[in-house]
């Protein structure tokens, strides 16, 4: 299954909290290569912020909403 950008983005919105790219992969049976360049646009878009996790492999994506604005 290919996951649309809309549809990663309302997902990544309604956690309202950083998760990883493995859990949303498999959360969305995407590959995480095809998931990282997917998100990759939605950041170049500034709607998801793509960072480091606390554990050095892990990678944290976020949503940005209104509320990061305020």
Same mark, same amino acid.
């Given at each position: 299954?290919?996951?649309?950008? +809309?549809?990663?983005?309302? &997902?990544?919105?309604?956690?309202?909290?950083?998760? *990883? %790219?493995?859990? &949303? *992969?498999?959360? %969305?049976?995407? $590959?995480? $290569?095809? %998931? &990282?360049?997917? %998100?990759?646009? &939605?950041? *170049?878009?500034?709607?998801?912020?793509?960072? #480091?996790?606390? /554990? /050095?492999?892990?990678?944290?994506?976020?949503? /940005?909403?209104? +509320? +990061?604005? #305020?």
């Amino acid at each position: 299954m290919v996951a649309r950008k +809309d549809i990663i983005y309302k &997902l990544l919105a309604t956690k309202k909290k950083a998760t *990883s %790219l493995q859990k &949303l *992969s498999e959360e %969305l049976e995407t $590959p995480m $290569p095809h %998931l &990282l360049y997917t %998100l990759k646009h &939605l950041e *170049s878009e500034g709607l998801v912020e793509i960072s #480091f996790g606390e /554990k /050095k492999a892990t990678i944290m994506v976020k949503a /940005k909403t209104i +509320d +990061d604005y #305020f």
